[in-house]
């Protein structure tokens, strides 16, 4: 586990395990030193379930766990102690579920400083609040699935954009905001986080644009979702990818150049009508070499023009090399901690290890 050396040190949070943005937003504590325990269901092994097939969940590193049936008496008992000297809880239930076993916020009178941190897609209340879902459903209903893609379909982010960027990351921020607060004046709160919540708050930009009218309902008609000839993906002879994003006229002039055309020759870009004719001819240019080919043109050029690498490239990337960005720990390749800090960085920790309540609690008796 994460021995709290980093910027979060004598930080303690218990987790309630869970999958995605809860342990997401748990290891972003942990790996900034904060020291997390995780409470699983007695027999999972650390984990909530299998659902994705692993063996070993990259999100669960940097922190012990204990064993609980929270259903039983003294499997609750045994939370409760856990968390009365916690700075926090995160957990990922359906609302109402952890009043029902006795570990709601308000069944903590005795810990008015706790910060109680929930994380669901839809938020504690609503008409939504107690239905399944699952990130592609949170991000139908923001918006955000609708704008990303071809005209033909929507395309799916992964599950980037929905459990980890407007899930995850909005919690861990929300539960350092309400930390921040209660050390000042010892009054916690609840952090509702519910993803449809922080992905609407991600798409502020586009929706800015969209009531200025600078921003189409319609897909590939905006400046940043491919419709632009100077922000899109063109393939090349290899089938391999080239990411182009020359938005500023100076960038767009360097493309132009490497790509060996006459900038005079080709039609106005500041005009849209333009776009469709000018993507053909710069989707004919790059059609002619590979896509490393073309990588190595540009790669000592600000036209903004990069190979979309595969995962196992990615790695590989001088870029990501020189900055660390990966490392190998237990066997598995995984990302190093971010951001950055120049004094007091993170430090991605190991696989944790099952350990006795009774550990759990003489660890933080202090």
């Known amino acids: 586990m994460n021995k709290g050396h980093g910027p979060l040190r004598g930080l303690r949070i218990v987790e309630i395990s869970g999958l995605g943005p809860t342990p997401f937003a748990a290891m972003c ?38 064993e609980l049936d929270l259903k039983s008496g003294e499997g609750r008992a045994a939370a409760r102690a856990l968390i009365a000297r916690a700075d926090g809880l995160i957990e990922g239930m359906r609302p109402g579920v952890m009043e029902r076993l006795g570990l709601g916020p308000d069944d903590f009178p ?56 407007g ?24 952090v509702d986080c519910a993803i449809t919540d922080g992905v609407a708050h991600l798409m502020a930009m586009i929706t800015g644009m969209a009531g200025q009218g600078a921003w189409s309902d319609r897909r590939q008609a905006n400046l940043l979702d491919g419709a632009a000839p100077y922000y899109t993906v063109y393939e090349c002879a290899c089938g391999g990818h080239l990411a182009v994003g020359a938005i500023e006229p100076q960038f767009w002039a360097e493309l132009v150049a490497g790509l060996g055309l006459e900038a005079a020759a080709l039609p106005d870009r500041s005009d849209p009508a333009h776009w469709p ?26 036209a903004c023009a990069t190979p979309v690498l595969s995962l196992a490239e990615a790695r590989a990337h001088p870029q990501n090399a020189a900055r660390g960005a990966y490392l190998e720990r237990d066997g598995l390749v995984q990302p190093t901690p971010a951001p950055r800090l120049s004094a007091t960085p993170g430090t991605a920790g190991g696989t944790g290890r099952r350990i006795a309540p009774a550990e759990a609690l003489a660890r933080w008796s202090a």
Do not use: C
């Open 167 to 190: 899930g995850g990351i909005y919690l861990a921020f929300g539960m350092l905001a309400a930390i921040f607060r209660a050390r000042a004046t010892g009054q916690g709160q609840v």
């Open 110 to 165: 005795d810990h008015p400083a706790l910060v109680y941190g929930r994380m669901t897609g839809w938020g504690q209340e609503g008409p939504l609040a107690q239905r399944a879902g699952h990130d592609i459903n949170y991000l139908s209903l923001t918006g955000a699935l609708h704008a990303i893609g071809p005209e033909e379909a929507p395309a799916i982010p992964l599950n980037l954009l929905g459990d980890f960027g």
């Open 277 to 302: 004719e000018l993507k053909r001819l710069l989707a004919a240019r790059f059609a002619t070499r590979s896509r490393d080919d073309w990588a190595s043109v540009f790669a000592a050029t600000d």
């Open 29 to 66: 504590l942990a790996d900034f030193g904060a020291e997390v325990i995780r409470i699983a269901r007695p027999g999972s092994a650390g984990a909530e379930n299998h659902v994705l097939g692993l063996e070993v969940d990259l999100l669960d590193r940097g922190r012990d766990f204990v």
